[in-house]
């Protein structure tokens, strides 16, 4: 299995089913569009051409206002950030730490942009409880006024990588 980019041409997208109808119809019909129009990335975990999961990431900008307090910087209204739009395990892989490997990739894309460009960290709007669970225990943190959009900053995320590989910790 390995990580990349998805490419249109070579992953089977049909056959992706993580049991969400959402998530399975942006993969197979919307991912290759936004791809196209630059206003995503989406990357896949893959077993040759066959999809494990995705996880798709854009810019993106929250109001000041709408951060916990000990992470509202400066005296911008609107925070640069990097958007999880969407994560996906297929229901064959689910349970099994695919999940995990996802997110800690896209963290991985994430510090990698932020040496690039001014982000506070990353954004992602929860589908469901059980998914704002699943990122909380990651360090993110709900958001004033939306409670299934959380918030990581780089400094929490760095926490998680070095826990993760602490041989390559910054």
């Given at each position: 299995?390995?990580?990349?980019?998805l490419?249109?041409?070579?992953?089977?997208?049909?056959?992706?089913?993580?049991?969400?109808?959402?998530?399975?119809?942006?993969?197979?019909?919307?991912?290759?569009?936004?791809?196209?129009?630059?206003?995503?990335?989406?990357?896949?975990?893959?077993?040759?051409?066959?999809?494990?999961?995705?996880?798709?990431?854009?810019?993106?900008?929250?109001?000041?206002?709408?951060?916990?307090?000990?992470?509202?910087?400066?005296?911008?209204?609107?925070?640069?950030?990097?958007?999880?739009?969407?994560?996906?395990?297929?229901?064959?892989?689910?349970?099994?730490?695919?999940?995990?490997?996802?997110?800690?990739?896209?963290?991985?894309?994430?510090?990698?942009?932020?040496?690039?460009?001014?982000?506070?960290?990353?954004?992602?709007?929860?589908?469901?409880?059980?998914?704002?669970?699943?990122?909380?225990?990651?360090?993110?943190?709900r958001?004033?006024?939306?409670?299934?959009?959380?918030?990581?900053?780089?400094?929490?995320m760095?926490?998680?990588?070095?826990?993760?590989?602490?041989?390559?910790?910054?």
């Amino acid at each position: 299995m390995e990580f990349g980019p998805l490419d249109p041409k070579t992953h089977d997208r049909a056959d992706f089913d993580c049991g969400v109808d959402a998530l399975n119809r942006y993969i197979r019909q919307f991912a290759n569009q936004d791809l196209k129009r630059g206003l995503t990335r989406v990357y896949v975990l893959a077993e040759d051409a066959k999809l494990v999961g995705y996880y798709s990431i854009s810019a993106h900008s929250v109001l000041r206002d709408h951060l916990p307090d000990d992470i509202r910087l400066g005296p911008y209204e609107d925070i640069p950030f990097l958007l999880l739009g969407r994560l996906a395990v297929d229901k064959r892989w689910q349970g099994q730490g695919y999940g995990d490997a996802l997110i800690v990739h896209a963290f991985r894309t994430t510090r990698a942009a932020a040496e690039q460009i001014g982000i506070l960290g990353m954004i992602v709007d929860a589908k469901d409880e059980k998914a704002a669970a699943f990122y909380e225990g990651f360090g993110f943190r709900r958001l004033a006024g939306t409670p299934n959009r959380l918030a990581l900053p780089i400094s929490a995320m760095d926490r998680v990588l070095a826990a993760a590989f602490p041989s390559s910790a910054k």
